[in-house]
């Protein structure tokens, strides 16, 4: 089946990566690997586009161009990756109507407030109208899904559970020593590891968080290194703050690629991120199939992606101190750390792979295609 697939707010190869961006990327290389022709069919930025005529000019522009692009890869199904607000997906109802061929949404979001702001509202309408138009939408995460209900009927929705390609994160013993070797860190030495696109926002605000608690647990367990990864438009100014509050004990990888990343998760004892405002977290997901059992706070939707007290210890935001005393008992646990890191890499095989949770989306995809073809007839 030939598949057009768009992502209106960071296409597949943007340069800036985040969790979106992975799940998109895990979708299009699941139904190719699944024997479907899933092409990015254009990759135009729809970020609030509306704000300037050139914005207008630009998504025009992009419309013909992807109409140009169905007509000669004939796709039979139109699916589109995150519409909301910021980024709606104007592109994808139009041509899906105009060839006549079913228009998906996986993991749109949906929030009425929105409309009653003046910066925000032709967004909301836009993608609310995009909505509309949808034959079906895929949601990864449960905290839209009442919101969507109060828009599209039940039939038309799909919970798939999120979920990574177990294959790319195992722990890897050997990488794991090689990267304590290239940063100098001795043997023994407790290493907890973080990771994130460090911009300003709740990724900065994570990372302050994280500092607070590690100072608390300095007092108490001082023999540890925290290893950073990740770049971003913040990361001199939390290296700044980094080595003025753990001095000596903070090492900063900048940015690896993601199929580098699962030396790092098993050159760590413990993968440690508040994940404040987080929607999901795939780097949750790729530490516990690593075997690196995590330390995050109970918010958001971070608890739809680690099993408290199973695969890793989520506690309550405050000072930092629950943080600080969840790691310093991890510290002193070895055994209690290997048996999260295995449970860890049992829940994402089972429960959080991709390959059985997107066989799902292609079996779905398939029978979409099929009705939209005999109402065609």
Request: one cysteine or more; proline letters at 6%.
């Amino acid at each position: 089946m030939k598949i057009a697939f768009y992502c209106p707010n960071k296409p597949l190869t943007h340069p800036h990566p985040s969790g979106d961006q992975v799940i998109a990327q895990g979708i299009h290389s699941a139904l190719n690997r699944l024997g479907h022709n899933c092409r990015e069919i254009v990759q135009y930025r729809s970020r609030w586009f509306w704000k300037t005529w050139s914005g207008w000019l630009g998504a025009c522009r992009a419309c013909f161009a992807a109409l140009r692009a169905v007509r000669s890869f004939r796709p039979q199904i139109w699916m589109t990756y995150h519409s909301y607000y910021k980024s709606p997906d104007l592109i994808g109802p139009w041509i899906s109507r105009q060839i006549g061929i079913p228009y998906v949404i996986f993991q749109p979001m949906y929030g009425t407030r929105r409309r009653k702001n003046a910066s925000t509202s032709l967004g909301f309408r836009l993608n609310r109208w995009a909505l509309s138009r949808s034959s079906h939408v895929f949601v990864n995460n449960l905290s839209d899904l009442e919101a969507l209900h109060r828009i599209l009927p039940s039939g038309r929705i799909t919970y798939l559970k999120p979920g990574i390609d177990p294959e790319a994160f195992e722990r890897n013993l050997e990488g794991g020593r090689q990267i304590r070797r290239q940063f100098g860190i001795p043997e023994g030495r407790f290493v907890i590891l973080t990771a994130a696109r460090w911009r300003e926002g709740v990724k900065a605000e994570s990372f302050r968080y994280l500092l607070g608690s590690l100072v608390q647990l300095k007092e108490r367990f001082p023999d540890f290194a925290l290893l950073v990864v990740g770049d971003g438009p913040m990361e001199p100014t939390l290296r700044t703050a980094a080595h003025s509050a753990l001095p000596g004990q903070v090492l900063f990888a900048g940015r690896v690629p993601r199929h580098e990343m699962f030396r790092f998760y098993s050159a760590a004892d413990v993968f440690v991120f508040p994940g404040i405002g987080e929607s999901l977290g795939m780097v949750f997901l790729e530490a516990q199939s690593c075997g690196t059992p995590v330390v995050a706070l109970n918010t958001a939707g971070v608890p739809q992606v680690v099993i408290d007290s199973e695969t890793g210890l989520l506690v309550p935001q405050d000072d930092g101190q629950a943080m600080s005393q969840a790691i310093e008992g991890l510290a002193r646990d070895p055994v209690r750390r290997r048996m999260l890191g295995d449970s860890g890499a049992r829940f994402v095989r089972l429960e959080r792979n991709l390959h059985r949770n997107y066989l799902r989306l292609s079996q779905q995809l398939e029978m979409l295609a099929l009705d939209g073809a005999s109402e065609n007839v």
